[in-house]
């Protein structure tokens, strides 16, 4: 009997370069940064298949601690960097790395394409709701009022929610979580990778310099637990420290409330169960914000549809088959020619 | 369908037809009137009786403009002879006018004693108003100064198409046929590739072929059997020596999507080519979003930065990444660019320049770019430029710049202009097969490899495709270290990096071929020097001028940057430095800081090409009279 040795198992550590992580000590990112290498062991990524983009800014230096390939690209555009790439090798798995100001401000338009066309890909979005690089200057996450060295009376517009934009771009696979949730990030990230067509998933990634304790609300630990909901697909959404609250569509409304399990005769059997591929529930539990509802996390969306690289396959078999020549010799001869003779 | 014709030496005509050694003719009509199409088949039938020729179209920028309106004048023009025709023409000698808004719009580019063949159909109340006229030119004597042939060409297409039951809208729209079977006879063209194509066209409506054929010969028949003009006998151009081989007429956007196809096929790189739609450089686009079956990937992006940006991905996957657009464009696409530079990945930007600055006039022609080209992006950063001369040199410009990007992995950067991108002329058609191939060898030494490892020669550096085991690196726009690739703020490096990317492409000058002197003496009065679109009205100029006895060189550049190791050399060999130029002195700019040559600028920016003319006054007022 042959005996196949099975290669190695790569681990973590073996997914990061040998560069030095220069992101201010305490933040956010080295986090993010281990969860992503856990993943990359957890699916068994291959090194030289997996490509990581990036923009500008601090989360932009991602590609360069990891082992794999990396392309750190310019200002909002690595949404188009990878399509570029994957519509040239769709065989690579491209993860790209972003920041709010990177990917919702001056590179918005880059991913609602991106979202909009399906191109797969997994896309992470490091919110930290200010701009860290540039020391500080409020972002299109940052709430209403923020004082940054460029709005010093506070600022003045309206932040954006990353899961509604891409919920209106057109996402078909949209998560949420928490730098500070070691132990589930692998796991959202591993769903996302899972996941064929264009996977946004947003963390929250506190800034420690700039921003600290901007998610404190729902990220200290005590109150953790009533807070934050963690979704499952299939399961009621229950949630707080003893699972005494849960969420219902409320009457005449659409959208969730929060009710109390036991209290005004409500059961388990009155809350709502999570069904990912549900769009209206999707967009409902990206609504919520605020101090009377919790914030979800986890997988909020997974309904998959044909991806943009199996569109343009398509398409391109389809060429192939009509073509009446492959031949460019014969293609520059069809249509009306003309030979002239020799005097 | 591939239809072959040959072409036959030197049919004899019993007729005393008048001979000319070249002929300008201008179709114009309302947009409807299917003027390009008649250009088109004239052109064909004038290619097919041996002459050369060049044709310019002249469309209006609206979309849809209102019938009878000066500004829906749609144009076609074609310079046809016996002689090297190089440019459209100046000035025309046959001009046709549909309705009296094409009159009123092209009346000015008609020679003296020119030829007006006009439609009185359309010259009703309501047009003549629409048009601007008063009176009825054709009757009030202001057309005096020309030879006028005015028809009821739309009661005589009715006529003529009567018996084949179409509708009269049907039946008027045959007008375009009526008119050009009248021209074919004028010039003794022959009909059949015409009635071929009307047939293949109409398949499926025979009817609609049929009266088509009916006022294609009609108005052949018109021509032939009445007196049109006094003593008119047609005219004969005799036939114009033309190298034998296989020929089609081909515009620079055609020949430039397929000279990039057959560089990616030369260099056996899949073709990704992303562009956003911008006039005139969208039928660039629109060629190659048909040839998924050549290996070519057409991706249209959301805008233009991203369409740099996907190309850029593209290379780095290990594709050819083109991305096209026009000088706006070229602009958002700066720094994107400057990402490909300092991560030395090839790139090819097509720019088909157009009339600025902002929105400017993009319909109009202009070679205003070169700054942009050249210098247009922060930093130091310098690229490859080239430019195409015609349209059929747009094939051979095109597989230089793959040949280059992917040497040096490097961005080039391919001027072209509205004119040649529209502008179509014969081209004796090239045998792809046998041309010399030049395959890129990606990385796959993974011993002491790091991704900015320099080939010696060409200082281009490795190019390592995602994909394969033990090449994975990092690279950005952050940079890098010469001897690792790693991040580096280290000042002496950066001073070498600067160094490395300067001498790169400093050095494609070694590997590109020496400036020739396209027409004239090596050494002597005067150097014409141009690039780009101006190779015709240039060349002709100085052919003209040489006849006259005038002491008179034409050199004219398609690499523009770097330029030509000999160019500095040469040109001081000549007493006079002269560059026309379709814009306010960008060459001359270049040429005078690289050289300290006293060169001085022709210059024009209107939107239309140089005329002959105007070059020959131009060239005599600096010979001093």
């Known amino acids: 009997m042959n005996v196949v040795a099975k290669p190695e198992a790569l681990k973590p550590k073996d997914y990061a370069s040998d560069q030095e992580v220069r992101w201010c000590p305490g933040c956010g990112d080295y986090a993010i940064l281990r969860a992503v290498q856990k993943a990359l062991a957890d699916i068994g990524a291959k090194k030289e298949k997996t490509v990581f983009v990036s923009g500008i800014g601090c989360a932009a230096r991602f590609p360069y601690y990891l082992s794999t390939y990396g392309f750190h690209t310019i200002h909002g555009r690595a949404p188009s960097i990878a399509t570029g790439i994957k519509i040239t090798n769709p065989e690579l798995d491209v993860w790209i790395v972003s920041g709010d100001g990177d990917s919702l401000s001056i590179g918005g338009n880059h991913l609602l394409h991106l979202i909009r066309r399906n191109v797969d890909v997994q896309f992470l979005l490091f919110n930290n709701e200010i701009y860290g690089l540039t020391k500080g200057q409020y972002s299109p996450t940052s709430r209403a009022g923020t004082r940054s060295p460029s709005t010093p009376l506070g600022s003045v517009d309206k932040p954006i929610s990353p899961v509604a934009f891409a919920l209106g771009a057109g996402a078909r696979f949209i998560a949420r979580g928490i730098d500070s949730m070691q132990k589930k990030l692998p796991d959202v990230f591993a769903r996302a990778h899972a996941h064929k067509g264009a996977s946004f998933v947003e963390i929250y990634q506190n800034c420690i310099v700039y921003n600290d304790g901007v998610f404190s609300n729902f990220t200290e630990k005590d109150v953790v637990a009533n807070r934050q909901i963690h979704l499952e697909h299939g399961k009621p959404m229950i949630f707080g420290a003893e699972n005494q609250f849960g969420l219902r569509v409320a009457d005449g409304k659409l959208a969730l409330e929060v009710v109390s399990i036991g209290e005004d005769g409500i059961t388990e059997d009155d809350i709502v169960v999570h069904d990912e591929t549900d769009r209206i529930m999707a967009h409902m539990l990206a609504e919520m914000q605020g101090a009377d509802r919790p914030v979800a996390i986890g997988v909020l969306y997974c309904d998959p549809m044909a991806s943009y690289e199996e569109g343009m396959q398509g398409l391109q078999a389809r060429a192939e088959k009509q073509a009446m020549t492959h031949d460019l010799n014969e293609l520059l001869r069809r249509g009306h020619t003309w030979t002239v003779e020799d005097a | 369908m591939s239809t072959i014709s040959t072409v036959k030496k030197e049919v004899p005509v019993d007729a005393p037809r008048a001979e000319l050694e070249s002929a300008v003719v201008r179709f114009a009509g309302d947009s409807g009137d299917g003027m390009q199409l008649t250009g088109g088949q004239f052109t064909l039938a004038t290619a097919l009786a041996g002459n050369d020729l060049a044709t310019f179209p002249d469309f209006p920028a609206e979309i849809r403009a209102p019938a009878g309106t000066t500004f829906g004048v749609s144009s076609f023009q074609i310079n046809f002879g016996s002689h090297g025709i190089k440019t459209s023409g100046d000035s025309f000698d046959l001009l046709v006018a549909m309705n009296p808004a094409a009159l009123k719009v092209e ?344 991704p900015f490892k320099r080939d010696p020669e060409t200082l281009a550096r490795s190019w390592a495709v995602p994909g394969v085991a033990g090449l994975e690196h990092r690279i950005g726009g952050i940079e890098k270290d010469y001897d690792s690739g790693h991040i580096s703020y280290d000042p002496a490096n950066h001073q070498k990096m600067t160094d490395a990317r300067f001498a790169k492409i400093k050095g494609i000058a070694d590997d590109t071929p020496p400036q020739k002197v396209d027409n004239g003496p090596e050494i002597g009065k005067m150097a014409i020097v141009g690039w780009g679109s101006s190779y015709g009205p240039i060349s002709r100029a100085v052919d003209n001028l040489l006849a006259e006895g005038l002491e008179v060189s034409h050199i004219h550049i398609r690499n523009i940057w770097p330029l030509p190791k000999n160019l500095g050399g040469l040109l001081s060999g000549f007493d006079q430095v002269v560059v026309p130029e379709m814009n306010n002195g960008q060459m001359l700019t270049v040429l005078r800081s690289e050289y300290l040559v006293d060169a001085q600028g022709i210059n024009k920016v209107t939107g239309q090409p140089f005329t002959i003319a105007e070059l020959e006054e131009g060239v005599r007022a600096r010979l001093g009279g």
């Open chain 2, 107 to 450: 009346l000015k580019g008609l020679k003296q004693s020119g030829i007006i063949l006009a439609d009185t159909g359309s010259f009703s109340d309501r047009n003549l108003r629409k048009a601007g006229y008063d009176g009825n030119p054709l009757e009030d004597g202001s057309l005096d100064a020309y030879r006028v042939i005015a028809l009821d060409i739309s009661q005589l297409t009715l006529d003529s198409v009567k018996e084949h039951g179409l509708s009269n809208k049907e039946a008027l729209r045959c007008k375009n046929l009526w008119t050009l079977g009248f021209i074919y006879w004028m010039f003794g063209r022959k009909r059949k590739a015409t009635t071929d194509w009307l047939e293949t066209k109409f398949a499926k409506r025979p009817e609609l072929a049929a009266a088509n054929v009916a006022a294609l010969n009609a108005g052949h028949a018109v021509a032939e059997t009445s007196e049109i003009l006094d003593g008119f006998q047609g005219f004969a151009i005799p036939q114009a020596t033309i190298s034998p081989g296989q020929y089609r007429a081909v515009t620079g956007a055609e020949a430039m999507a397929w000279g990039l196809t057959a560089g990616c096929q030369l260099a056996e790189l899949q073709m990704v080519f992303c562009s956003y739609p911008i006039t005139p450089a969208s039928s660039v686009l629109h060629t190659l979003s048909t040839m998924a079956a050549f290996g070519v990937t057409t991706f249209q992006a959301e805008d233009e930065i991203a369409a740099a940006c996907a190309a850029i991905g593209a290379s780095y996957a290990g594709g050819m990444g083109i991305t096209s657009s026009s000088g706006p464009g070229v602009a958002l696409k700066g720094e994107a660019l400057g990402l490909a530079i300092s991560t030395e990945l090839p790139l090819v930007v097509l720019n088909s320049q157009r009339a600025g600055p902002s929105t400017g006039m993009p319909t109009k022609t202009e070679q205003s770019d070169l700054y942009q080209s050249v210098y247009g992006r922060n930093a130091d950063s310098p690229v490859c430029v080239l430019a195409a001369r015609s349209p059929a040199d747009c094939f051979d410009v095109g597989i230089e710049a793959v040949r280059i990007a992917t040497k040096f992995m490097t961005p080039v950067i391919v001027l072209t202009d509205g004119y040649i991108g529209n502008a179509a002329e014969p081209w004796l058609i090239p045998d792809v097969a046998e041309m010399r191939k030049f395959p890129v060898n990606f990385e796959a030494e993974t011993e002491d490899f790091h």
